[in-house]
């Protein structure tokens, strides 16, 4: 991807941990390389097909300085995703945080921290058995919605499903969200995790009934294993309540360790969960 670059943007102001910084404030340099379209800008010539760098270089002014933090790292992270949020042009930002008046008693010229921050497309499966499920499930997208680290970009029609396990239980009604973030996949799981719990969900009985499930199908194309968060998702290509709702948006989405699009997974499942399924003319994508 094409980027603009913007070197040594000087601002003071009052960020670090010491009550001096606090209160006498010192000059900070900022470096950010800016991911966007260049191409179609390139050809058009036109300054409202690209991104205006003088309008960043006064929003990171204003940012960096009517916001106060101890650490370059929150300085530098919150200002990149601030950055993200109000220029829906900007797809990824590497952001550097210059700090030459650093109280350290040596001599240095420049401490520094840099990040880069990105919008991140991820596949969530969403998924209800309890009480009102299709309110559930729109709950769900509708958090999903007013969360502005977040962008839904597409949501698909409920399935009706049969449980899975050994509980007795009702049929679930299930559905996939495309999403685009800037959380981390663990920010993302923590953030699921408080929408689950907004919505009573519980988890005393393992493959039991539940007002809401949430899962991480995809996340970019990162491989996680870890403990408590397995990306992609890992009986995903197993699964028929993921996969027919998943093929339904995103059939040429890419299994990152399989090598197969979703729409060959699905015809390879031979899971025969799905029961019905149920236009979701409620639901926020198609309001």
């Known amino acids: 991807m094409d980027c603009i670059n913007i070197k040594k943007l000087e601002i003071f102001a009052y960020h670090g941990v010491n009550e001096e910084e606090k209160e006498n404030g010192q000059t900070f340099f900022i470096n950010a390389c800016i991911y966007s379209d260049i191409v179609t800008p390139g050809l058009s010539d036109d300054l409202e097909d690209t991104v205006n760098y003088s309008k960043v270089c006064k929003f990171i002014n204003k940012f960096f300085t009517e916001n106060r ?3 370059i790292e929150a300085a530098a992270l919150q200002t990149a995703r601030a950055i993200l949020k109000n ?12 700090k030459p008046e650093a109280p350290v008693s040596l001599s240095f010229e420049n401490i520094s921290v840099k990040v880069s921050c990105e919008w991140k497309k991820a596949y ?3 998924g209800s058995n309890m009480g009102d ?6 709950e769900a997208i509708e958090a999903f919605y007013n969360d502005d680290n977040c962008r839904v970009n597409a949501v698909s029609n409920f399935v009706e499903t049969k449980p899975y396990g050994p509980v007795e239980q009702d ?3 299930n559905g996939c969200v495309e999403i685009e973030t800037i959380y981390s996949a663990r920010e993302l799981l923590n953030r699921i995790h408080d929408i689950e719990n907004e919505n009573d969900r519980t988890r005393e009985v393992h493959w039991g009934p539940r007002t809401l499930d949430i899962d ?3 996340f970019g194309e990162e491989v996680i294993d870890e403990p408590d968060l397995k990306i992609p998702h890992i009986e995903m290509h197993k699964r028929a309540f993921v996969l ?11 299994h990152p ?18 029961s019905k399924c149920e236009g979701c003319g409620g639901c926020p994508a198609n309001k």
Do not use: M
């Not at 220029?87 to 210059?98: A, Q, S, T, Y």
């Not at 499920?133 to 729109?138: F, P």
């Open 87 to 98: 220029f829906p042009k900007i797809r990824r930002i590497d952001l550097e945080v210059n």
């Open 216 to 218: 991480i199908v995809f």
């Open 124 to 126: 969530l499966s969403i």
């Open 133 to 138: 499920k299709e309110e559930y499930l729109n």
């Open 257 to 274: 360790l399989f090598g197969k699009s979703v729409g060959q997974l699905r015809d390879e499942c031979d899971d025969d969960t799905v």
């Open 244 to 254: 027919e709702p998943l093929n339904q948006i995103a059939p040429n989405a890419v």
């Open 171 to 173: 049929n679930f009604l």
């Open 69 to 71: 933090f101890d650490l």
